[in-house]
Structure formats: structure tokens, C-alpha cells
């Protein structure tokens, strides 16, 4: 027989709106739904249901019983967030979860109580489940049963969790009143008027009778009540992103403000990525804007990572760079999870770097510097030497024992100059022969201004031309004639003449 | 009076140095000495068996620096255009990057050539490049690095003008204390002085002389150029040592040459010289 264990979580409007803003938990804090003075209290904490608040009053009566009385909207980001978060904690205990909506997760516990010894291993299956919701922010209940409706209604009584034995599904649901199988069906007042008060009494009622007054809903309604649960599970699947965002209170016009609230997102957006073993790969900002609007930002980071202050930077530096434009009514991060580089340390060899350090440092130097001036270079095939390309820096992990150094071979490097510098160059010939070589080198006129390094000088030695062509048949050829010259007193260069417009530039400094 | 002072440590979370800093003020005179954090006596062993420095495969530098870059330590290597600063500071990270470390280059005077690095020896796929524009931005970056965990961080200044100026000696206080923390080594190309007090050795390379291959009617060929590098300061050895460094352009991609042949000792190195040896070799020559 199957065990089902069901999450669910009480009052599911208020627990996700409190999951988003903690502060408020020993408010008189009451969750409504609809506008203006028609809206009606949907959810309460404990001090407002003290103060006589209960569910479908109007917010004008509620103010009226409860002055103090915080009221806030019922909000869809924080609940799509809070229930995916409780889909979460259940995933971590078993791969089959089904989400059942509005609070309620519903998880195959075949056999994972073998990992709780003791005297009722379910029990302490049950605590984890709950413990686990907690750690979440998520005030759950958990009931463990062999059918679903079971399970639900365990995990609805007080004193959770509630362990229902395999095969006493009918003994367990016997005395409960008729509303707690399913109070939102209409055959209800029939029963009532039958004088079936509880879920043992309509059990008791032979099937084939039911089955002819009531029709099928009926049937499944008494198969219900003694035991029966016909719903097999309905795994879901993994949602590709994960995303934890909210309506505010008041547009927000200012940055700091919006970036204070949306560190607490992605705080428990990061929290969730841990969870599961994931970090962010791409973020991206969904922003509501009043009085109508909607703007999407996306955030691609160098590495997975999950380090909350380096997001934060990201986003910041992203809205810095382009302001929405209109005052901020509501947001959701959308998380892209990868798997985080991993690492094996060695006893031996070099120390690998930390990949989670080395994910939020790349991320901060990309904010700092931009994607364009930070990577793994590598050469671009092709014979011009300012050209190269950069990719993403993922060192391959340090041998497994330390290797000496090799040899150095005492090479003498070309510092590029990029962009070339722009020279004049007198040669001993015509200016358009190739051969002709440079006897005197001046700076451009404008070399001052560029604050770019100053070559000039008589030239001592000049060795060359090389030819360099490259790419005849594309729209920007390359047709070059290098030198190496050595200008009195100021170095080693190498210097080229473009063919096509018989310009002269420095591209490199032997040094 | 150590015991519960330590358990207090154990119950509650401290950061490592506070910790320890409390337990040594808790011991007694003649024990605080012998109490270390794993950093520092991993730190203390290495360096006593000699592996406290990082060897750059330059035997000039090597030699100068008693084994290499010292680790958690700042370098200075000052030299003006062509003296062969940015050639050592390639070498260096081709040397790291062969033991199979990383190693990172902040170059704001953006003259890397991947194609010439690769040639020269460093495995690119360990090196991480960064190109800030300004010097603000570049010790930024630097610090960035060597907190990550980089072994080898090189920051290379470029030729002047430096854009941002030499920056403030605090800032470079700052970048040989994160180096100290981290136990990395860090070394700083500069066109002229600008760490002051905080680098551990400063290396100046003069400029250098360059050789060429042929002359007169025939064609030239550059093949290199010597500089003398001098140590011109280190802490706890005298300054003043100076040695002649060797650099060749064999195998330096050069477009549209073919290779040069033949094939000849890579590194020729000048027997080390010392400076004041000079005015005694003319006397004995005269």
C-alpha cells in the first residue's frame, strides 16, 4: 500500500504574504481580497482573530473591530513564490511531488521513513517534513496516510503530524464531521438532510443506494469517506526557473528603496538555489510599473553563482545604467539555475581555486570592468596581431601532483599597443615603395591630446619589410608592411604602413 | 585559564584571527609563541623548507629574489619602455601557469598578444585577463583577485602616462596586506616607483641594448636585447646586486616569416656581474 505524506500549509494567502515581509508577524495583520472598502479579509494573523476578525469581513469592519489593523492585498508573486518554495522542501525529501495549489504539496513516502530509526520512524519523518518547511519560512502541518485525502485531512488536524496507519484510512476518518472530506461539495445539504452528521455515518450507508440517489459524485464521495482514494499521485515537473518576487505596498521611485526590498527576494531566491544544489546562471527582473507597464531586464553572469551581494550589484549596476522610468509597482527575479562549478580539492597538488569565490569574483569584475575586458584570452586565427577574443575563465582543475616550473626560454614579448599609435615616419626612399626605410619617426599632431605614448625619434636601425595581407576578399582588408626599428633612445618598436592609404602606425613595443 | 576561554571560542563563533588573537592575550608570556593558526604554520613550513617563494623560470630574477616571488608578498618591477619588464612578467605567468596554477594578469596598459603569450609559454587556459581602464579600477580588480584565491596576481601599469595617476600609497598598503592574508604573490610592473613602502623587493630593469643579426649591406634582424636588472630594494637583504638578463626573439610570431633556423640555446645567460666589480676590471685593465 502506498504512504502518501501531505504539506500543507494553514491560512495560505497570509503565510505567504508573512514568508515576504517577517516583520510583520506580530502585527494585527489581515490579507484581503477585492478593492477599496468591498475588499474582504481573507486571511488573519493571530492577534487580529483575537481582536473578532474572521474571514469575509470587510475591510471597513475589520478596521472597525481592529484600528491597528495592517491590511495588505492578496498578492500572486508571493504566493506562486511561497508555494513553489513548499514544493521545494518536499522535492528534498522525495523525487515525486505533486503540486496540489494554494498551499497544499502532496509527496510519496514510500519508503523514505527507512531513513528515520526509531520506535515510529513516519513520526520522525513527519517532524523533518515540518522542520524542514520551517527552515523555509513556511509554517506547515504534515499528515502521513495511504491515500491523499487522507493525508490532507491528517495533516489539517491539530497537534500535527498526524500518522494514519496503513489500512485504518476508514477508522482514521470515521468521526471527522462530513465537511472535512470535501465541504465545497453540493451534495452536502442532501446528507445533512439524511441526517449523516460524519464521515462514519455516510460510510455506513450501503454503496449501490448511494450510487442510484446521488449519482457519480456520490460513488467517489462514499468511496472517500471509507478510505478509498481512487487520485493516484501526479508527479510534477521541475520548472525550468525559479522565481520569488512581490507587489509592493507603494510604487517605489528611488533605487535604494527597491534594491532593500530585493535583497530579501533574492536572499530566499538564494536560499532555494542552495537547496537544490543550484546556483544562478541568469537572472532576470520583471518589474510592474504604474499607473501600466512592464519592463523585463536580464542579468547573465560569467559563472553560476549564488553569492547574494554580487546579484545585488548586478542589479544595481543594470538599473543604474538604465532607470525604469516609471515608479516600480511590483517585481519578480526569475532565477535560471545551473549547476555551480565544482572542485576536487587535492592532498598534493596546487590548491584549485574555490569555484564559488571564483563565480562572484568574475560576476563582480564583469560589473566593475564590463564582459568585454574580462575572460580567458585566446588568439583569433589570422596573422593581425591586435586581434584575439576572450572566453569564460574555467581553469581545467590543477594536476593531481605539483609540477616544477618549466624552463623559462627567456623570450623577449610585444607590448601591443591598442589601438596602433598613429605616427609620421620619414624614409630614405618614396614614399609609396615598399622598400623605402624609416630614417626618422614623429609623433601625429594629435598623438598630445590622446594621452597615447609618445614615439618619436631618429631610427638607428630598421629591419624589414614583412608583408602581412590578410582577408583580400572581405570588405576590411588587411595589406601591412612591418619594421622593427630602433629609435635613439627610446626603444624597440614595430611599426607598420598600411597599404592601402600608406598611413604609418606603432602597434607593439619589444619589452 | 586557556580552558574555558577556549570553549567559550568553540560555543560561540569568532572570526579565526580574533580567536586567536584572544587566546594568545589568555596565555601565558612564554607560550604565545608557540601558538599558530594552520595559515601560519603551513605558511612558516613551507617557508622554512624553502617553497615559501614562487618560481618565475627566470633564473635572473630567481637568483635576485633568493628562489622567486616571495608568496603573500608584494614585487615591484620598475622599468621604463624596452627593458624587458613586461617579457619578465610574461615569464612569470608562463612559469605558473606550467605548475598547473592559475594566475591572473590586471593589464591596463592592455598589451597582452594571446597569440605571443601562448608562444611564450603560458598556458592561456589558466590565465585570467583583465583589462580595466583606469588605475582606480585596476586595484580594484587586483584586490578582487588575490582575495578569490589567485597564487599569482600580476598588475602590469603599462607605459605612461598611467591613466589615474600612480594612486595612493594606502591603496597599495591595502593590496600587500590582502596579499599577506591570502598568501599570494603579487607582482607590480610600473614605468616608475609607485608602491612606496609597501612592496617587500623592488627589481628596476634599465633599458635595454638591443642586438641585431647582420648589418652593413646586408639585411638586419632584430634578435634580441640585454638588461640589467637590479634589485633596489628587499627586506632583510642588502640592495644593490644586479645582474645582466638575456631576452631573445626567437620564435616570435612575426607575420608572413617563416621560423628562423636554425634552432639555438634559448637562454643565453651572462655570468651574474656585480656592479661595483666594474671600476676594479678597468683598473686592472688599464
Known amino acids: 500500500m502506498p504512504r502518501i505524506a501531505c504539506l500543507y500549509l494553514p491560512l495560505f494567502p497570509l503565510a505567504a504574504r508573512l514568508r515576504s515581509e517577517p516583520e510583520l508577524i506580530r502585527e494585527a495583520l489581515a490579507v484581503v481580497e477585492g478593492n477599496g472598502n468591498a475588499a474582504r479579509v481573507v486571511a488573519a494573523t493571530r492577534l487580529a482573530r483575537a481582536a473578532g476578525l474572521r474571514p469575509g469581513l470587510t475591510l471597513p469592519q475589520a478596521r472597525a473591530l481592529c484600528p491597528k489593523l495592517v491590511a495588505r492585498p492578496r498578492d500572486a508573486d508571493c504566493e506562486r513564490a511561497a508555494q513553489e518554495a513548499l514544493l521545494e522542501v518536499a522535492e528534498a525529501f522525495s523525487p515525486r511531488v505533486e503540486d496540489a495549489g494554494e498551499g497544499i504539496a502532496y509527496l510519496d513516502a514510500d519508503g523514505i521513513e527507512r531513513h528515520y530509526p526509531g520506535p515510529s520512524p513516519e513520526l520522525e519523518m513527519g517532524r523533518a517534513l515540518m522542520n524542514a518547511a520551517e527552515a523555509a519560512s513556511l509554517p506547515a502541518r504534515a499528515g502521513i496516510a495511504s491515500s491523499k485525502l487522507a493525508a490532507r485531512v491528517a495533516a489539517g488536524l491539530p497537534d500535527p503530524p498526524v500518522i494514519v496507519p496503513a489500512g485504518e484510512e476508514a477508522a482514521f476518518l470515521s468521526p471527522l464531521p462530513l465537511q472535512r472530506l470535501a465541504p465545497e461539495v453540493d451534495v452536502a445539504e442532501t446528507l445533512e438532510r439524511w441526517g449523516v452528521r460524519s464521515v462514519g455515518d455516510f460510510a455506513r450507508l450501503p454503496p449501490s443506494r448511494i450510487a442510484s440517489r446521488l449519482g457519480r459524485l456520490g460513488r467517489e464521495l462514499h468511496s472517500t469517506a471509507r478510505g478509498v482514494d481512487p487520485r493516484p499521485l501526479i508527479p510534477r515537473e521541475p520548472p525550468p526557473a525559479f522565481h520569488e518576487g512581490m507587489s509592493l505596498e507603494w510604487p517605489l521611485v528611488a533605487l535604494e528603496p527597491f534594491l532593500f526590498v530585493g535583497r530579501a527576494a533574492l536572499d530566499r531566491l538564494c536560499q532555494r538555489l542552495e537547496s537544490r544544489g543550484f546556483a544562478c546562471q541568469r537572472l532576470e527582473l520583471e518589474m510592474r510599473l504604474e499607473p501600466d507597464g512592464f519592463q523585463t531586464r536580464s542579468v547573465v553572469l560569467p559563472a553560476p553563482t549564488r553569492d547574494v551581494k554580487t546579484l545585488l550589484t548586478l542589479v544595481r549596476l543594470e538599473l543604474e545604467a538604465r532607470p525604469p522610468g516609471a515608479p516600480v509597482a511590483g517585481f519578480t527575479f526569475v532565477a535560471h539555475p545551473d549547476r555551480p562549478r565544482e572542485a576536487q580539492l587535492t592532498l598534493y597538488g596546487p590548491a584549485a581555486l574555490s569555484p564559488d569565490k571564483l563565480a562572484s569574483t568574475l560576476a563582480r569584475l564583469f560589473a566593475l570592468l564590463g564582459p568585454d575586458r574580462v575572460g580567458s584570452p585566446r588568439p583569433v586565427d589570422g596573422h593581425r596581431p591586435e586581434r584575439f577574443t576572450l572566453v569564460d575563465f574555467s581553469p581545467p582543475p590543477p594536476p593531481e601532483t605539483r609540477r616544477e616550473p618549466r624552463a623559462g626560454r627567456g623570450l623577449l614579448a610585444v607590448r601591443v599597443l591598442r589601438p596602433p599609435v598613429e605616427i609620421e615616419v620619414l624614409t630614405n626612399g618614396a614614399p609609396e615603395e615598399p622598400e623605402a626605410a624609416p630614417v626618422e619617426v614623429r609623433a601625429a599632431p594629435h598623438a598630445e591630446e590622446a594621452k597615447r605614448p609618445r614615439v618619436e625619434g631618429p631610427v638607428k636601425v630598421a629591419s624589414g619589410p614583412w608583408g602581412l595581407e590578410e582577408e583580400w576578399w572581405a570588405d576590411d582588408p588587411a595589406g601591412r608592411d612591418y619594421w622593427d626599428v630602433e629609435i635613439a633612445g627610446r626603444g624597440l618598436y614595430r611599426i607598420y604602413r598600411e597599404r592601402a592609404t600608406g598611413a604609418w602606425y606603432a602597434d607593439g613595443i619589444y619589452d | ?286
Not at chain 2, 122 to 133: M, N, S, T
Not at chain 2, 135 to 157: N, Q, Y
Open chain 2, 1 to 286: 585559564m586557556a580552558e574555558p576561554l577556549t570553549q567559550t571560542i568553540l560555543e560561540k563563533p569568532m572570526h579565526a584571527p580574533a580567536a586567536l588573537s584572544r587566546l594568545r592575550s589568555a596565555l601565558p608570556e612564554g607560550l604565545r609563541a608557540h601558538l599558530r593558526s594552520a595559515r601560519e604554520l603551513d605558511r612558516d613550513l613551507r617557508e622554512s623548507a624553502g617553497e615559501g617563494a614562487f618560481p618565475t623560470a627566470v633564473p635572473v630574477l630567481d637568483r635576485l629574489l633568493d628562489g622567486g616571488l616571495p608568496r603573500g608578498q608584494l614585487v615591484e618591477l620598475v622599468g621604463a619602455r624596452a627593458s624587458g619588464r613586461f617579457s619578465i612578467l610574461l615569464a612569470a605567468l608562463a612559469a605558473a601557469t606550467s605548475t598547473g596554477e592559475a594566475a591572473a594578469l590586471v593589464d591596463l596598459g592592455d598589451g597582452l598578444d594571446p597569440a605571443a603569450a601562448a608562444a611564450l609559454g603560458i598556458d592561456l587556459e589558466r590565465l585570467l585577463w583583465v583589462r580595466p581602464a583606469r588605475l582606480k579600477e585596476a586595484l580594484a580588480a587586483t584586490e578582487m583577485l588575490l582575495a578569490s584565491g589567485f597564487p599569482l596576481v600580476a598588475l602590469d601599469l603599462g607605459l605612461p602616462p598611467l591613466r589615474g595617476g600612480r594612486g595612493v600609497e594606502s591603496s597599495w598598503l591595502r593590496l600587500a596586506r590582502t596579499a599577506r592574508a591570502h598568501d599570494a604573490a603579487l607582482l607590480v610592473g610600473s614605468p616608475y616607483r609607485v608602491s612606496g613602502t609597501a612592496a617587500a623587493a623592488v627589481l628596476k630593469a634599465n633599458r635595454g641594448r638591443a642586438a641585431w643579426r647582420g648589418g652593413g649591406v646586408s639585411p638586419c634582424l632584430l634578435d634580441g636585447f640585454n638588461a640589467r636588472v637590479e634589485l633596489e630594494k628587499c627586506r632583510g637583504r642588502l640592495p644593490g646586486q644586479s645582474e645582466e638578463l638575456r631576452l631573445l626573439v626567437e620564435d616570435l610570431p612575426r607575420p608572413a616569416l617563416p621560423p628562423r633556423q636554425p634552432a639555438r640555446p634559448a637562454l643565453v645567460q651572462a655570468p651574474a656581474v656585480q656592479e661595483r666589480a666594474w671600476p676594479l676590471r678597468r683598473a686592472a685593465s688599464a
